[in-house]
Nanobody, 128 residues
Framework: QVQLVESGGGSVQAGGSLRLSCVASGRTFSYYDMGWFRQAPGKEREFVAAIRFSGGTTRYADSVKGRFTISRDNAKNTVFLQMNSVEPEDTAVYLC?????????????????????WGQGTLVIVSS
């Protein structure tokens, strides 16, 4: 079982930056692919970014490519999402997710159903 706790959300003006963090419990964090998703009011949960358990491969949604960066520190059981040049359309609850047994996977996944554990989320509000 893995517990995920996000932090770093808040209110920011368009064009600004935020850094989200997600701390995972457990000793097998280094074997989990990690993802960030977001859910805006009235909309479905959507993929934002993901990173392989080794940290060597990343994947981004087209809407955030070039503006957001995902990274991880396996020694601290933490995954980060650096958000730059934010836009009002980025307003959402941001959720961290973990995929178990990722050492047996051959690629990163972006589907909600591909992740096994979820945090409660942190709210990001971008004003124009």
């Amino acid at each position: 079982q893995v517990q995920l706790v996000e932090s770093g959300g808040g209110s920011v003006q368009a064009g600004g930056s935020l850094r989200l963090s997600c701390v995972a419990s457990g000793r097998t964090f280094s074997y989990y692919d990690m993802g960030w998703f977001r859910q805006a009011p009235g909309k479905e949960r959507e993929f934002v970014a993901a990173i392989r358990f080794s940290g060597g491969t990343t994947r981004y949604a087209d809407s955030v490519k070039g503006r957001f960066t995902i990274s991880r520190d396996n020694a601290k059981n933490t995954v980060f999402l650096q958000m730059n040049s934010v836009e009002p359309e980025d307003t959402a609850v941001y959720l961290c997710a973990a995929a178990a047994n990722s050492q047996y996977r051959t690629r990163l996944y972006s589907g909600v159903n591909e992740y096994d554990y979820w945090g409660q989320g942190t709210l990001v509000i971008v004003s124009s």
